[in-house]
Protein backbone atom coordinates (compact mmCIF):
# COMPACT_ATOMS: atom_id res chain seq x y z
CA UNK A 1 0.00 0.00 0.00
CA UNK A 2 1.79 3.56 -1.16
CA UNK A 3 1.25 6.45 0.91
CA UNK A 4 0.78 9.53 -0.19
CA UNK A 5 2.91 12.97 0.53
CA UNK A 6 1.53 15.98 1.60
CA UNK A 7 3.59 18.98 1.48
CA UNK A 8 4.99 20.52 4.27
CA UNK A 9 2.53 22.90 6.03
CA UNK A 10 3.88 26.07 6.83
CA UNK A 11 3.19 27.42 10.26
CA UNK A 12 3.13 31.30 10.60
CA UNK A 13 4.38 32.34 13.84
CA UNK A 14 1.25 33.75 16.31
CA UNK A 15 0.88 37.40 16.34
CA UNK A 16 1.99 39.05 19.13
CA UNK A 17 0.64 42.34 19.99
CA UNK A 18 3.36 45.04 21.09
CA UNK A 19 2.54 46.14 24.36
CA UNK A 20 0.48 49.28 24.99
CA UNK A 21 3.03 52.11 25.92
CA UNK A 22 3.11 53.03 29.83
CA UNK A 23 1.70 56.58 30.38
CA UNK A 24 4.57 59.06 30.57
CA UNK A 25 5.00 59.96 34.29
CA UNK A 26 4.57 63.61 34.51
CA UNK A 27 7.31 65.98 34.85
CA UNK A 28 5.67 68.79 37.22
CA UNK A 29 3.54 67.54 40.41
CA UNK A 30 0.60 69.95 41.11
CA UNK A 31 1.78 72.26 43.48
CA UNK A 32 -0.32 73.00 46.70
CA UNK A 33 -1.28 76.38 47.50
CA UNK A 34 1.41 78.62 50.03
CA UNK A 35 -0.21 78.49 53.49
CA UNK A 36 -0.30 81.29 55.71
CA UNK A 37 1.44 80.80 59.11
CA UNK A 38 -0.43 81.66 61.98
CA UNK A 39 0.17 85.11 63.50
CA UNK A 40 2.57 85.25 66.98
CA UNK A 41 0.83 84.15 69.60
CA UNK A 42 1.06 86.21 72.96
CA UNK A 43 -2.05 84.71 75.33
CA UNK A 44 -4.73 87.31 75.05
CA UNK A 45 -7.93 85.09 75.68
CA UNK A 46 -9.70 86.64 73.16
CA UNK A 47 -7.85 85.56 69.96
CA UNK A 48 -6.82 82.33 71.74
CA UNK A 49 -9.26 80.24 69.94
CA UNK A 50 -8.50 81.69 66.58
CA UNK A 51 -4.71 80.79 67.15
CA UNK A 52 -5.68 77.36 67.80
CA UNK A 53 -8.04 77.30 64.30
CA UNK A 54 -5.19 78.69 62.52
CA UNK A 55 -3.04 75.78 63.51
CA UNK A 56 -5.05 73.36 63.55
CA UNK A 57 -6.11 74.39 59.71
CA UNK A 58 -2.19 74.61 58.92
CA UNK A 59 -1.74 70.50 60.19
CA UNK A 60 -4.51 69.36 58.50
CA UNK A 61 -4.09 71.07 55.02
CA UNK A 62 -0.08 69.82 55.05
CA UNK A 63 0.35 66.74 56.95
CA UNK A 64 3.16 65.63 55.35
CA UNK A 65 5.41 68.08 56.82
CA UNK A 66 4.82 66.55 60.38
CA UNK A 67 5.72 62.96 61.41
CA UNK A 68 4.76 62.91 64.89
CA UNK A 69 2.66 64.81 67.28
CA UNK A 70 5.56 65.93 69.28
CA UNK A 71 6.68 68.05 65.64
CA UNK A 72 3.59 69.42 65.72
CA UNK A 73 3.91 70.84 69.43
CA UNK A 74 6.94 72.49 69.01
CA UNK A 75 6.12 73.61 65.77
CA UNK A 76 3.26 75.43 67.35
CA UNK A 77 5.18 76.35 70.62
CA UNK A 78 7.19 78.39 68.13
CA UNK A 79 4.67 80.87 67.84
CA UNK A 80 4.52 81.99 71.37
CA UNK A 81 7.13 84.86 71.53
CA UNK A 82 5.93 87.11 74.03
CA UNK A 83 3.43 87.78 77.46
CA UNK A 84 2.18 84.92 78.96
CA UNK A 85 1.94 82.25 76.01
CA UNK A 86 5.78 82.30 75.98
CA UNK A 87 6.12 81.85 80.25
CA UNK A 88 4.29 78.90 79.52
CA UNK A 89 6.09 77.58 76.57
CA UNK A 90 8.88 77.92 78.51
CA UNK A 91 8.12 76.29 81.72
CA UNK A 92 7.31 73.09 79.60
CA UNK A 93 10.60 72.90 78.41
CA UNK A 94 11.85 74.01 81.73
CA UNK A 95 10.02 70.54 83.24
CA UNK A 96 11.63 68.71 79.88
CA UNK A 97 15.23 69.75 80.87
CA UNK A 98 14.39 68.40 84.70
CA UNK A 99 12.40 64.72 83.78
CA UNK A 100 13.83 64.42 80.41
CA UNK A 101 10.31 63.80 79.24
CA UNK A 102 8.60 66.75 77.25
CA UNK A 103 5.24 66.77 79.75
CA UNK A 104 2.81 66.95 76.85
CA UNK A 105 2.94 63.90 74.31
CA UNK A 106 -0.31 64.28 72.50
CA UNK A 107 -1.64 66.36 70.43
CA UNK A 108 -5.11 66.08 72.07
CA UNK A 109 -3.47 66.45 75.17
CA UNK A 110 -1.70 69.72 73.95
CA UNK A 111 -5.51 71.30 72.83
CA UNK A 112 -6.79 70.52 76.22
CA UNK A 113 -4.00 72.57 78.07
CA UNK A 114 -4.17 75.25 75.33
CA UNK A 115 -8.09 75.38 76.10
CA UNK A 116 -7.59 75.73 79.92
CA UNK A 117 -4.84 78.43 79.52
CA UNK A 118 -5.93 81.09 77.32
CA UNK A 119 -9.60 80.71 76.02
CA UNK A 120 -12.28 82.43 78.20
CA UNK A 121 -13.32 81.05 81.41
CA UNK A 122 -17.09 81.73 81.18
CA UNK A 123 -17.06 83.02 77.28
CA UNK A 124 -20.60 81.83 77.09
CA UNK A 125 -21.72 83.55 80.47
CA UNK A 126 -20.11 86.67 79.69
CA UNK A 127 -21.85 86.85 76.44
CA UNK A 128 -24.62 85.99 77.82
CA UNK A 129 -24.37 88.93 80.35
CA UNK A 130 -23.58 91.48 77.24
CA UNK A 131 -26.34 90.73 75.45
CA UNK A 132 -28.53 90.71 78.29
CA UNK A 133 -27.07 94.09 79.82
CA UNK A 134 -28.09 97.46 79.09
CA UNK A 135 -24.93 98.85 78.34
CA UNK A 136 -24.55 97.51 75.02
CA UNK A 137 -25.78 99.21 71.96
CA UNK A 138 -24.39 100.05 67.94
CA UNK A 139 -23.59 103.63 69.32
CA UNK A 140 -21.93 105.16 66.53
CA UNK A 141 -20.99 101.86 64.54
CA UNK A 142 -21.77 100.78 61.46
CA UNK A 143 -24.59 98.30 61.19
CA UNK A 144 -21.77 95.56 59.35
CA UNK A 145 -19.64 96.47 62.74
CA UNK A 146 -22.51 95.99 64.91
CA UNK A 147 -23.43 92.77 63.36
CA UNK A 148 -20.24 91.34 63.27
CA UNK A 149 -19.76 91.70 67.14
CA UNK A 150 -23.65 90.76 67.27
CA UNK A 151 -22.80 87.39 65.78
CA UNK A 152 -20.13 86.72 67.95
CA UNK A 153 -21.47 87.08 71.31
CA UNK A 154 -24.51 85.17 70.22
CA UNK A 155 -22.57 82.22 68.80
CA UNK A 156 -20.87 82.15 72.35
CA UNK A 157 -24.16 82.80 74.08
CA UNK A 158 -25.51 79.92 72.43
CA UNK A 159 -28.18 81.52 70.89
CA UNK A 160 -30.09 80.09 68.34
CA UNK A 161 -33.85 80.74 68.64
CA UNK A 162 -34.82 83.11 65.78
CA UNK A 163 -37.40 85.14 67.64
CA UNK A 164 -35.01 85.81 70.60
CA UNK A 165 -32.33 86.81 68.21
CA UNK A 166 -34.16 89.32 66.24
CA UNK A 167 -35.31 90.84 69.63
CA UNK A 168 -31.53 91.63 71.01
CA UNK A 169 -30.58 92.52 67.48
CA UNK A 170 -33.09 94.84 66.95
CA UNK A 171 -33.28 96.49 70.71
CA UNK A 172 -29.57 97.34 70.32
CA UNK A 173 -29.71 99.02 67.10
CA UNK A 174 -29.70 102.92 66.76
CA UNK A 175 -33.85 104.10 67.56
CA UNK A 176 -33.90 104.92 63.96
CA UNK A 177 -32.54 101.80 62.21
CA UNK A 178 -34.73 99.95 63.70
CA UNK A 179 -37.34 102.39 63.80
CA UNK A 180 -37.31 102.13 59.60
CA UNK A 181 -37.91 98.24 59.78
CA UNK A 182 -40.15 98.17 62.23
CA UNK A 183 -42.54 100.43 60.52
CA UNK A 184 -41.97 99.29 56.78
CA UNK A 185 -45.64 99.72 55.14
CA UNK A 186 -44.03 96.65 52.24
CA UNK A 187 -41.72 93.98 53.01
CA UNK A 188 -41.28 93.87 56.33
CA UNK A 189 -39.45 91.53 57.84
CA UNK A 190 -40.97 89.00 59.85
CA UNK A 191 -39.99 89.07 63.78
CA UNK A 192 -38.48 84.92 63.62
CA UNK A 193 -36.47 85.61 60.53
CA UNK A 194 -33.17 87.23 61.85
CA UNK A 195 -31.59 86.83 58.64
CA UNK A 196 -33.84 89.38 57.13
CA UNK A 197 -33.20 91.65 59.61
CA UNK A 198 -30.10 91.92 59.29
CA UNK A 199 -30.10 92.62 55.72
CA UNK A 200 -32.50 95.65 56.12
CA UNK A 201 -30.58 96.98 58.61
CA UNK A 202 -27.38 96.71 55.88
CA UNK A 203 -29.53 98.38 53.26
CA UNK A 204 -31.06 101.30 55.68
CA UNK A 205 -27.37 102.03 56.86
CA UNK A 206 -25.81 101.78 53.38
CA UNK A 207 -28.39 104.20 52.02
CA UNK A 208 -27.52 106.66 55.05
CA UNK A 209 -24.16 106.50 54.32
CA UNK A 210 -24.30 106.95 50.62
CA UNK A 211 -26.75 110.18 51.41
CA UNK A 212 -24.20 111.32 53.67
CA UNK A 213 -21.07 111.04 50.85
CA UNK A 214 -23.48 113.20 48.79
CA UNK A 215 -24.13 115.27 50.88
CA UNK A 216 -20.57 116.23 51.48
CA UNK A 217 -19.59 116.17 47.64
CA UNK A 218 -22.94 118.69 47.57
CA UNK A 219 -21.12 121.23 49.99
CA UNK A 220 -17.37 120.46 48.67
CA UNK A 221 -18.59 121.96 45.25
CA UNK A 222 -20.69 124.56 46.51
CA UNK A 223 -19.18 128.16 45.77
CA UNK A 224 -18.97 130.00 48.94
CA UNK A 225 -18.19 133.93 48.68
CA UNK A 226 -15.64 134.49 50.22
CA UNK A 227 -14.63 138.01 52.14
CA UNK A 228 -11.57 139.81 50.39
CA UNK A 229 -9.06 140.99 52.77
CA UNK A 230 -9.62 145.02 53.33
CA UNK A 231 -7.09 147.20 51.33
CA UNK A 232 -5.82 150.00 52.84
CA UNK A 233 -6.57 153.55 50.71
CA UNK A 234 -3.72 155.01 48.67
CA UNK A 235 -2.54 157.46 50.47
CA UNK A 236 -2.56 160.98 48.59
CA UNK A 237 -1.44 164.39 49.70
CA UNK A 238 -2.97 167.35 50.99
CA UNK A 239 -1.95 169.98 48.43
CA UNK A 240 -2.57 172.95 50.81
CA UNK A 241 -3.62 175.71 48.66
CA UNK A 242 -1.75 179.55 49.40
CA UNK A 243 -3.91 181.81 51.48
CA UNK A 244 -6.46 183.90 49.95
CA UNK A 245 -6.45 187.77 50.99
CA UNK A 246 -9.90 188.97 52.39
CA UNK A 247 -12.29 190.80 50.21
CA UNK A 248 -11.63 194.76 49.67
CA UNK A 249 -13.86 196.64 51.29
CA UNK A 250 -14.18 199.87 49.31
CA UNK A 251 -13.55 203.01 51.18
CA UNK A 252 -16.43 205.38 52.71
CA UNK A 253 -17.82 207.78 50.16
CA UNK A 254 -17.54 211.16 50.84
CA UNK A 255 -20.21 213.25 52.73
CA UNK A 256 -21.80 215.65 50.66
CA UNK A 257 -21.22 219.09 50.97
CA UNK A 258 -24.84 219.88 52.09
CA UNK A 259 -24.39 217.69 54.77
CA UNK A 260 -26.14 214.37 55.93
CA UNK A 261 -29.62 214.53 55.29
CA UNK A 262 -30.48 213.28 58.28
CA UNK A 263 -28.53 215.70 60.08
CA UNK A 264 -30.46 218.64 57.93
CA UNK A 265 -33.73 217.65 59.28
CA UNK A 266 -32.24 217.73 62.78
CA UNK A 267 -30.90 220.97 62.39
CA UNK A 268 -34.35 222.08 60.50
CA UNK A 269 -36.77 221.18 64.03
CA UNK A 270 -34.34 223.09 65.81
CA UNK A 271 -34.69 225.96 64.70
CA UNK A 272 -38.33 225.94 64.53
CA UNK A 273 -38.56 224.88 68.28
CA UNK A 274 -36.30 227.99 68.89
CA UNK A 275 -38.54 230.36 66.71
CA UNK A 276 -41.76 229.30 68.66
CA UNK A 277 -39.99 230.53 71.25
Do not use: H
Not at 15 to 40: E, Y
Not at 86 to 104: C, H, M, V, Y
Amino acid sequence: MSTIALPPMSVSPPLVTPPSPAPAASSKQRARPKLPSPPDFSSEQSSGRAFLNSCTLYLRLAPEQFTCDEEKIFWTLAFFKDGRAAKWSENLFRQEADTGIFPIQSWVDFEQQFQSQFFPVNAEADAINTLEGSSYYQENRTVDDYLDSFLILALDAGYTDPRTLVVKFRRELKLNVQSQIATMPFGRPADTDPQAWYAAAQRIDQARLANEAFQSTLQSTTVTPTRSAPTRPTPFLVLCSPPVAPPSVPPPLPAPSGGIPMDVDAERGKRDVDCDK
